[in-house]
């Protein structure tokens, strides 16, 4: 397997590189990517260690407000992700067991009475068939950091195919003139069955008339479309999840999930005349019986635009 081809197919496929939109399909009016890490939170590499999120949208060009209508716009939304081990080399009894996933999906976002809403399907692909648990492999060996061993590799998650359902439903209320609170619920169903509700908290002058979809390790909204109004803008959120099933906690495994499932989450989203940068740091509580806390990843978003 050719490594830096895959890395430079990556970088393509998540922005990382620069690629004109028109080069690749002229119907192309948004886009958008969050990568997630533990390394980015509190530093460790375990359980929801990291994942990379890219969402690229389709339909008429942005003018600040949701479609009445769903597929007016939609959302190809590729996402790629490792769960692993608190120790990657020599687990202790009980961990959860290490998971690789690469989804692919298709979603629409719209409003109608004042609701928003969000829902599509995503493929998932888990276990060694997706390459991922290689890539990794590879990856801490160039920098000459210790990977998954052979014994983790070999009791990771098996092969499987997951078909998803996800449904959000939201609805903003302002707050005042620079300050708007968006609570939600939300229906999964697939590689994680479960019910969620929360509420997310935005307070600053960037991002209100934009298009954010939701990441579903974090938490956080990332940003597709945009009106590019600069400022900063800070943003809380926290939800609540009945957690039915995971594809990636196996009854095989021995691990049994916890059916109930929180986060927390702050970010600051600053956007200037061309360039934004957005990070969040989430607190995840534990998502199986035996984990011992909660963790918290950071969420980074870099956008240079020349």
């Known amino acids: 397997m ?44 375990r359980w ?15 003018q600040g407000a949701l479609p009445s209508s769903p597929w007016e716009n939609y959302e190809l939304r590729i996402l790629g992700q490792v769960i692993a081990p608190a120790n990657l080399r020599s687990p202790t ?16 976002h719209f409003q109608r009475n004042a609701i928003e809403y969000s829902m599509g399907g995503d493929v998932t692909v888990v276990g060694p068939q997706n390459g991922i648990s290689d890539f990794q492999s590879w990856l801490h060996d160039r920098f000459g950091i210790e990977g998954p061993s052979d014994a983790v590799l070999s009791s990771q998650v098996g092969n499987e195919i997951a078909f ?4 959000e439903a939201g609805r903003v209320f302002a707050l005042g003139a620079k300050a708007e609170a968006r609570p939600f619920i939300e229906a999964r169903a697939g590689d994680e069955t479960l019910l969620r509700a929360g509420v997310d908290l935005t307070f600053g002058t960037s ?39 995971s594809i990636f906690l196996p009854a095989s495994s021995g691990v049994t999930v916890e059916d109930t499932r929180s986060r927390v989450r702050a970010g600051i989203h600053w956007q200037g005349k061309r360039h934004s940068v957005f990070y969040g740091a989430s607190w995840l509580s534990p998502e199986f019986v035996g984990q011992d806390s ?5 969420a980074l978003r870099i956008n240079f635009d020349f």
């Open 2 to 45: 050719k490594f830096p081809s895959i890395l430079k197919t990556l970088a393509i496929v998540c922005g990382i590189a620069t690629v004109s939109a028109t080069s690749v399909a002229a119907e192309q009016v948004g886009y958008g990517r969050l990568i997630v890490n533990d390394f980015l939170g509190d530093g460790h590499d």
């Open 93 to 108: 009894a009980g961990d959860r067991p290490y998971a690789a996933a690469l989804s692919l999906g298709l979603h629409t």
């Open 164 to 167: 998803t359902g996800v449904l």
């Open 207 to 245: 991002g209100p008339q934009d298009l954010w979809v939701r990441d579903p390790i974090s938490g956080h909204r990332y940003r597709t479309m945009a009106r590019q109004d600069r400022g900063v803008s800070f943003l809380l959120g926290a939800d609540v999840a009945y957690v039915d099933s």
């Open 294 to 298: 909660g963790q918290v990843v950071g």
């Open 48 to 62: 929801r260690s990291g994942s990379i999120a890219a969402s690229h949208v389709y339909g008429a060009p942005w």
